[in-house]
């Protein structure tokens, strides 16, 4: 880890990043491979009306691949394909709402761009019912089972509900959050959790329809994934997003969104601050 972050540090040192920085089969492609699947506003979607590719995810790739001298060819994969696209060499890299969590470290490399949480909500109907998440305890709570929220919500539930002598949380896995945000307006679940940077968003688009409970229960790093055998392009990616942190672009992008209070104050490496 201290020769990588060595060789980072090096370059690092400049915030101007060329199309020198990356791997020769980017360079003669004139494009970097990116999977992503456009299903988590707002950090990737498709706008309804056009179809065209939206989100904090899409503008900043663009920002990315253009500040290296490249361009993006987005891959439409679903999450479950993603790491084995990236094996395989179906994609460069993966910039698609990937939490940086240290099991899948073990075949990945993240550079980190942003902080998140598992977040607690339930229908704006119930929510004189669920004042604070140990509320929960003891009642269904859904969430997409393709992120790590179940079991985070299973944790949290062991340490602060039974750990307490209260009833567990019901865990159910869904197909995705909007699967689970479907259930929760049926009443067939009593809450369900989401990363806490998506919540405000979608209560923009429905309004009067959720109720955020409580502070997120996790704090993690959402980061873009690179194959462990793929430093170039890592450390390529880590000089242009330093540069747009610089710059100011980076901070531009998520401001666009709302979530200023997502940004990060460093270039992180699988969790660790680059030196």
């Known amino acids: ?75 439409d994969i679903g999450f479950e394909q993603m790491i084995s696209s990236l094996e395989t060499g179906r994609v460069d890299l993966i910039h698609s709402g990937m939490s940086d969590l240290p099991k899948r470290r073990d075949t990945l490399d993240f550079v980190d761009y942003m902080k998140s949480g598992a977040q607690f909500y339930t229908s704006a109907a119930r929510k004189a019912e669920f004042k604070t998440p140990a509320d929960f305890c003891g009642k269904t709570v859904g969430m997409s089972r393709r992120t790590s929220f179940p079991d985070e919500t299973a944790k949290w539930s062991a340490a602060n509900c039974e750990a307490k002598g209260l009833a567990a949380i019901k865990v159910v896995g869904t197909e995705g959050s909007a699967d689970a945000r479907a259930q929760l307006k049926q009443g067939r679940l009593d809450g369900a959790v989401q990363g806490s940077e998506t919540l405000p968003y979608l209560m923009t688009l429905e309004k009067d329809t959720y109720a955020i409970v409580g502070e997120p229960i996790t704090a993690v790093y959402q980061g873009i994934a690179f194959s462990k055998k793929d430093t170039a392009l890592r450390d390529a990616y880590a000089g242009a997003l330093k540069a747009l942190m610089a710059s100011g672009e980076y901070k531009e992008i998520f401001a666009k969104h709302g979530l200023e209070g997502t940004l990060l104050d460093g270039i992180y490496i699988n969790g660790e601050a680059a030196k």
């Open 1 to 75: 880890m201290k020769t990588a972050l060595i060789t980072l540090g090096v370059l690092l040192a400049s915030t101007v990043v060329h199309a020198e920085g990356l791997p020769d089969r980017i360079k003669t492609a004139d494009k970097v491979v990116v999977a992503n699947q456009p299903n988590y506003p707002p950090m990737e979607y498709k706008d309804p009306a056009t179809n065209t590719l939206m989100g904090v995810d899409i503008d900043l790739g663009v920002a990315l691949a253009k500040q290296l001298g490249t361009t993006v060819e987005w891959a």
